[in-house]
């Protein structure tokens, strides 16, 4: 099985991945990367793994065709592009201008991937992990059972990952330096993860002239999207 979690910068897209990354561990070989969007050079490299799961932001052309065919599965998670916009602001100490950049690209990958994919929103994600997971589980294996639901979303619930994340150090055992940011190289959740327990919408973290910026900086591509429709 080929699975693609094409989510939101900073909307859950990393809870989503180890998700996954848990029920096809469970059933399979898993060739896992975080890489560019050249998806066949990726394919070609992983050898005999049973399931391939990519963690992406943008798909070139065939990714989209995978995507399209129904050979990959697509899981989307997703939230207010102001709130995705401010998170990645203070999470990478990103420029405004790039921010938005980022989310906007994404925005227009969603318009293609939207008729093909799962989306979440970022709240199911928040307040309810376990819902969350038994969707993208049962998305990828009907069957799964439900203990095994609650034991992934648990490992993956906002607190446990603070405390591993918290502990992070660029230098450490297992962690990938991308000069911005580092991470984990297992489970893709990366330094100051999370900030705060409590999520902060963007009228939260910026000036109300800035978030009215930001949105109508974004204005068209979420129309263009449906955004409203799942959050």
């Given at each position: ?75 989307c998670t997703i939230r207010k592009p102001e709130?995705?916009?401010s998170s990645w602001m203070q999470t990478f ?103 705060s327990l409590k999520s902060r919408s963007a ?29």
């Amino acid at each position: 099985m080929i699975v693609f979690i094409a989510g939101m910068p900073r909307s859950g897209s990393t809870f989503s991945f180890n998700i996954a990354r848990d029920v096809l561990r469970a059933r399979g070989s898993v060739y896992q990367e975080a890489p560019p969007p050249n998806i066949s050079e990726e394919l070609a490299r992983c050898g005999e793994a049973k399931h391939v799961l990519f963690k992406v932001h943008q798909l070139d052309e065939s990714g989209l065709l995978l995507a399209r065919s129904s050979a990959a599965r697509v899981i989307c998670t997703i939230r207010k592009p102001e709130d995705a916009v401010s998170s990645w602001m203070q999470t990478f100490d990103q420029s405004e201008e790039d921010s938005i950049s980022v989310i906007r690209d994404w925005l227009r990958l969603y318009i293609m991937l939207k008729p093909f994919a799962l989306t979440i929103s970022y709240r199911t994600v928040d307040r309810h992990p376990f819902i969350a997971a038994r969707r993208i589980m049962r998305f990828l294996v009907p069957d799964v059972r439900l203990t095994e639901i609650w034991q992934s979303a648990r490992q993956h619930a906002k607190a446990e990952v603070k405390k591993r994340t918290d502990a992070l150090s660029r230098d450490g055992q297992g962690i990938k330096d991308i000069g911005f940011s580092w991470y984990d190289a297992k489970t893709f959740f990366h330094r100051r993860h999370i900030s705060s327990l409590k999520s902060r919408s963007a009228s939260e973290r910026l000036p109300r002239d800035q978030v009215q910026r930001i949105r109508a900086a974004l204005a068209e591509e979420t129309v263009a999207a449906g955004i409203e429709s799942v959050l």
